[in-house]
C-alpha cells in the first residue's frame, strides 16, 4: 500500500506541477508581468504554503523550534538539493535581474533572519518588518517589471483566457499539496516498514518530501525552457519561507527559542543557510548557463549536510 500511495503522489505532484507552469506563463501574458515575477510570487508563494501552515500550527502549539526548523530545512534544501538537482536534468540561464535584484533581496533577508534568532527570540516588531519588506518587494517588482514589458516566453504557447490559466494554477496548486503529502505518507510508511531510524527519515525521506512541489515546478520549468519560473520559484521561495513564514508566525506568537535549544539552529543549521546563500552568488555570475558542475557542486553540499545530520542522530 505504501509503494502505490508513494507513486500517486510522484504521479499527482509531476501533473501538478506541469499544470501550475502552464498557468503561471499563462498569468505572465494576461498580465503582461515578467514570469521570473510570476515564479517568485504566485508559484513561489503556492509551493511554499505548506510550510507556512506547519509553522503557524507549530507556534500555535508551542513548538517553535518546529517553525524555524521547517524555514530552515527547507531554505537548504531548496538551494542545494532542487536546484542542484534541477541543473543537473536542466541547466538553465540565469537572468540578469536574478543576479542584480532577487539573489541580494535573499541574502539580505536571511541575515536579517540569523540577527533576529540570534537573541533566541523573535518578536512581534521583527516579524513587522520582515512581513512589510515583503510586501513593498513584490509590489515594486511587479510594478516594476509591468512597467517595463519584457515578456520572454515561449511563442509557441497558446495565449489562453485568464479563467483557464488560473483554472491550471489552482489545479497545479492542488495536485502539488496532495501529491506532496501522499508521497511524504507513503515514504514515511516504507521507512517505517524497514524499521529505519525517525531522525533518519525526517532529514531525508520527509525533507524531501516537503521540497518535492518545489523540485517538480523547478524541472518542469526547465524543461519547457521557463528557466526564469524555475529559478525565481525558488528563491522566491527563501524569500517568502524567511518574511512570511516566520514574519507572520512571530506576529501572530512569537518564537521563542531559548528553551528550544537555539545554539543548535545557530551554530550548525543556520551556518549552512547563510553559506550556501552565499557560494550561490558566485555561480550565478561565472559562466554563461547555470550548468551540471554548479549543480553537482550544490548537491554535493547537500548530502554533505545530511550526512553529517545523520551521523549525529545514529
Known amino acids: 500500500m505504501e509503494f502505490l500511495l508513494l507513486i500517486l503522489g510522484l504521479t499527482v505532484l509531476v501533473a501538478g506541477g506541469e499544470f501550475l507552469v502552464k498557468g503561471a506563463v499563462g498569468i505572465a501574458r494576461n498580465f503582461e508581468i515578467s514570469p521570473l515575477v510570476i515564479g517568485m510570487t504566485v508559484v513561489s508563494f503556492g509551493t511554499s504554503a505548506p510550510e507556512l501552515l506547519v509553522s503557524l500550527q507549530a507556534a500555535a502549539e508551542g513548538s517553535p523550534e518546529i517553525a524555524v526548523g521547517n524555514v530552515i530545512g527547507s531554505n537548504i534544501a531548496n538551494l542545494a538539493l532542487v536546484l542542484g538537482v534541477t541543473v543537473l536534468i536542466f541547466p538553465i540561464i540565469v537572468e540578469r535581474q536574478t543576479k542584480l535584484i532577487d539573489w541580494p533581496v535573499m541574502m539580505l533577508a536571511t541575515i536579517f533572519f540569523y540577527i533576529f534568532l540570534f537573541d533566541g527570540v523573535i518578536v512581534f516588531w521583527e516579524g513587522l518588518v520582515l512581513f512589510s519588506s515583503l510586501a513593498i518587494f513584490v509590489t515594486w517588482r511587479i510594478r516594476k517589471s509591468r512597467k517595463e514589458s519584457k515578456l520572454k516566453i515561449d511563442e509557441h504557447v497558446v495565449n489562453e483566457s485568464l479563467f483557464i490559466t488560473v483554472g491550471y494554477l489552482i489545479l497545479?496548486?492542488?495536485?502539488?499539496?496532495?501529491?506532496?503529502?501522499?508521497?511524504?505518507?507513503?515514504?514515511?510508511?516504507?521507512?517505517?516498514?524497514?524499521?529505519?531510524?525517525?531522525?533518519?527519515?525526517?532529514?531525508?525521506?520527509?525533507?524531501?518530501?516537503?521540497?518535492?512541489?518545489?523540485?517538480?515546478?523547478?524541472?518542469?520549468?526547465?524543461?519547457?525552457?521557463?528557466?526564469?519560473?524555475?529559478?525565481?520559484?525558488?528563491?522566491?521561495?527563501?524569500?517568502?519561507?524567511?518574511?512570511?513564514?516566520?514574519?507572520?508566525?512571530?506576529?501572530?506568537?512569537?518564537?521563542?527559542?531559548?528553551?528550544?535549544?537555539?545554539?543548535?539552529?545557530?551554530?550548525?543549521?543556520?551556518?549552512?543557510?547563510?553559506?550556501?546563500?552565499?557560494?550561490?552568488?558566485?555561480?550565478?555570475?561565472?559562466?554563461?548557463?547555470?550548468?551540471?558542475?554548479?549543480?553537482?557542486?550544490?548537491?554535493?553540499?547537500?548530502?554533505?549536510?545530511?550526512?553529517?545530520?545523520?551521523?549525529?542522530?545514529?
Open 172 to 314: 497545479g496548486l492542488t495536485g502539488l499539496y496532495f501529491g506532496s503529502e501522499w508521497f511524504v505518507d507513503g515514504a514515511v510508511g516504507i521507512a517505517d516498514y524497514l524499521d529505519v531510524s525517525k531522525g533518519v527519515v525526517g532529514v531525508t525521506v520527509v525533507a524531501f518530501g516537503t521540497s518535492a512541489p518545489e523540485l517538480v515546478v523547478s524541472c518542469v520549468a526547465a524543461y519547457r525552457k521557463q528557466s526564469d519560473i524555475s529559478i525565481g520559484t525558488l528563491i522566491g521561495s527563501n524569500i517568502f519561507n524567511i518574511m512570511a513564514v516566520i514574519g507572520l508566525t512571530s506576529i501572530v506568537s512569537p518564537i521563542d527559542l531559548s528553551r528550544a535549544g537555539v545554539s543548535q539552529f545557530l551554530h550548525f543549521d543556520m551556518y549552512w543557510v547563510v553559506g550556501i546563500a552565499i557560494a550561490l552568488l558566485p555561480m550565478l555570475y561565472f559562466g554563461a548557463k547555470f550548468g551540471r558542475l554548479k549543480g553537482a557542486l550544490l548537491l554535493a553540499s547537500y548530502l554533505v549536510y545530511i550526512s553529517i545530520i545523520v551521523s549525529v542522530n545514529i
